[in-house]
């Protein structure tokens, strides 16, 4: 009744940004991403037990109580407890494996490994596939940090959300020497949370359908670099792609900004650098940090042009990720 | 042949990004625009005379001499003179009334200036329709600048540009207590130029069509809020559309970002301001001054708040503006 398991976040090349099903978390289009090495890992214990009257949720040795900072755990628990019939409680204990570097697409890495130590804890036997719907259910992005390599969330078209799930594109020794390199550049918590700010963007963005009209055709492009290691393609897809979501964000009602100064000379930075052929690309999320992505030839430069940028605080280099998995040393 | 014109700025309230005819100056879509009153008007000189062997343009006590610096002049110059079959040439002097506002929307008001004083100083006689289109040639958004208070550049349908010109929705007198507040954050050149600018978005936006379908409607929403003296329906409109422009701008391939830290600041402070209903409006050209439109009854409250926010250099606060005049002291 008991499992600890390690999961690490991912981060998209083709953003997930709206949903078409509130409950179920169900995205408008699918997602891309690249699951990073265990530097950002999460760490989580959980305990099923009749002595527990509530669950019980810790992260990073705090205990959340209010209703909001423990939704997306409880959304989660309660969705396995539905599968089994059962009512019983647990508790939870997460941690970042680097405390620094705690935030960064947290949320996916946190609520990967609750599910991933859940399934096991209650024995549930069950595949990827169904912990990835799990996972979902938890954090709409944590799903695709079910796999190593490279992932892809299916928008699916059912509306119980039985084929919205995550599916492996390329492991994590497909192309042995892609890099990510996550910037941090700002600390402050992030004025409009993800879950808020997409709704808003679905419901008022005028730009936003069309967005989704072109999704597919940038999905298939995606996948086509991904599998063919054509980094100029997947650079420059990846970059238009976070360009497209940021704008869909700034034509929200109202707007959402999240690109800032530093932003924006790491992005001109990277246009300079690939003056004569993409080399790199850069990825934002719902935040300001630049996420780089490159191959292993040209770490050490690009590296050294985001340390030139005043603002960049601490640069993280990654490499694929395999997945989550368990481990033996519980957290409590 | 000699004749001297003051011509002032018009900010737009919804946006001219895009051309449909590069050479004509034909935009993709209408815009609609305040005329700013005389503060930062330019007073343009010009004289044709058989003396000058090649056209002579001084702009605030600069010589201009190469292609590029006299580009828009001189396409304006040819096109009148292909009208009356004349190759004379001429020397245009042309000044920013206050020296320290120079540039902010300075070619509108410039072209404007240039173009009133020429037609007078050759007698052409024509109508403001016609000197609206001579503007056109120079600088698109120059045509605006014809007509005082509310104006709108309509897009046209003809392939020759005959019917793209500037008409007024309402004079200066209609909505006597608008304001227009300038903020100067910035005084560097831009990186990217508005012309080069739009043609790359026209040309590799994904979400720019979108724009261009809804523009219609936000065009007629914005006539009728004018006319109505609608402040929050006329705000939310130019809020959004300026956010919409700069959507398309960040979604262009490359990316052009005009908005930094302190324009963000001034959006999410005139949000602020606006909590319990919308009181003023910002809108952003190609840069990160930022305009504010609002009614006398607020200017202080929101003069407050610009002078709080660290980066806002000056606060130029414009009521409507008349349209251009002959006056008779020449600059040379």
Redesign the interface.
Same mark, same amino acid.
């Given at each position: 009744m008991k499992a600890t398991a390690i999961a690490t976040p991912n981060i998209a090349l083709i953003k997930y940004w709206g949903k078409r099903d509130e409950k179920l978390i169900l995205p408008t289009e699918g997602s891309i991403s690249f699951t990073l090495d265990e530097q950002l890992a999460t760490k989580c214990t959980i305990e099923f037990s009749e002595d527990y009257k509530e669950d019980e949720l810790w992260i990073n040795g705090k205990r959340y109580l209010t209703q909001e900072q423990i939704e997306k755990s409880k959304n989660q628990l309660d969705f396995i407890r539905r599968i089994i019939g059962t009512s019983i409680k647990a508790k939870i204990v997460s941690e970042s494996i680097v405390p620094t570097a705690g935030g960064l697409a947290g949320s996916a890495a946190g609520l990967c490994a609750q599910a991933f130590a859940a399934v096991n804890a209650l024995n549930l036997g069950i595949d990827e596939k169904q912990i990835s719907i799990i996972c979902r259910i938890g954090s709409g992005s944590a799903c695709r940090s079910v796999y190593g390599g490279f992932v892809e969330w299916r928008r699916g078209e059912k509306a119980d959300g039985s084929d919205s799930y995550a599916a492996q594109i390329a492991d994590e020794n497909h192309w042995s020497d892609f890099r990510c390199i996550i910037c941090i550049v700002e600390r402050e918590e992030k004025?409009i949370k993800s879950r808020p700010g997409m709704k808003r963007t679905a419901e008022t963005s005028?730009?936003y359908?069309?967005?989704l009209e072109?999704l597919p055709f940038v999905l298939d492009m995606t996948r086509n670099a991904i599998i063919k290691k054509d980094l100029q393609s997947l650079m420059k897809v990846t970059?238009?792609d976070s @360009? @497209?979501m %940021?704008?869909?964000m =700034? !034509?929200t009602?109202?707007?959402i900004?999240y =690109?800032? !100064?530093v932003s924006?000379k790491v992005?001109?930075s990277i %246009?300079d650098f690939n003056a004569d052929g993409i080399k790199a690309g850069y990825s934002f999320d719902a935040g300001p940090n630049p996420c780089i992505f490159t191959v292993n030839k040209y770490v050490d430069e690009v590296k050294n042009i985001l340390k030139s940028i005043e603002g960049v605080e601490e640069i993280i280099i990654s490499k694929a990720g395999r997945g989550p998995r368990l481990i033996e040393n519980h957290l409590f």
């Amino acid at each position: 009744m008991k499992a600890t398991a390690i999961a690490t976040p991912n981060i998209a090349l083709i953003k997930y940004w709206g949903k078409r099903d509130e409950k179920l978390i169900l995205p408008t289009e699918g997602s891309i991403s690249f699951t990073l090495d265990e530097q950002l890992a999460t760490k989580c214990t959980i305990e099923f037990s009749e002595d527990y009257k509530e669950d019980e949720l810790w992260i990073n040795g705090k205990r959340y109580l209010t209703q909001e900072q423990i939704e997306k755990s409880k959304n989660q628990l309660d969705f396995i407890r539905r599968i089994i019939g059962t009512s019983i409680k647990a508790k939870i204990v997460s941690e970042s494996i680097v405390p620094t570097a705690g935030g960064l697409a947290g949320s996916a890495a946190g609520l990967c490994a609750q599910a991933f130590a859940a399934v096991n804890a209650l024995n549930l036997g069950i595949d990827e596939k169904q912990i990835s719907i799990i996972c979902r259910i938890g954090s709409g992005s944590a799903c695709r940090s079910v796999y190593g390599g490279f992932v892809e969330w299916r928008r699916g078209e059912k509306a119980d959300g039985s084929d919205s799930y995550a599916a492996q594109i390329a492991d994590e020794n497909h192309w042995s020497d892609f890099r990510c390199i996550i910037c941090i550049v700002e600390r402050e918590e992030k004025k409009i949370k993800s879950r808020p700010g997409m709704k808003r963007t679905a419901e008022t963005s005028i730009l936003y359908p069309k967005r989704l009209e072109y999704l597919p055709f940038v999905l298939d492009m995606t996948r086509n670099a991904i599998i063919k290691k054509d980094l100029q393609s997947l650079m420059k897809v990846t970059m238009r792609d976070s @360009n @497209n979501m %940021h704008s869909v964000m =700034l !034509d929200t009602w109202l707007p959402i900004i999240y =690109l800032n !100064d530093v932003s924006r000379k790491v992005i001109y930075s990277i %246009h300079d650098f690939n003056a004569d052929g993409i080399k790199a690309g850069y990825s934002f999320d719902a935040g300001p940090n630049p996420c780089i992505f490159t191959v292993n030839k040209y770490v050490d430069e690009v590296k050294n042009i985001l340390k030139s940028i005043e603002g960049v605080e601490e640069i993280i280099i990654s490499k694929a990720g395999r997945g989550p998995r368990l481990i033996e040393n519980h957290l409590f």
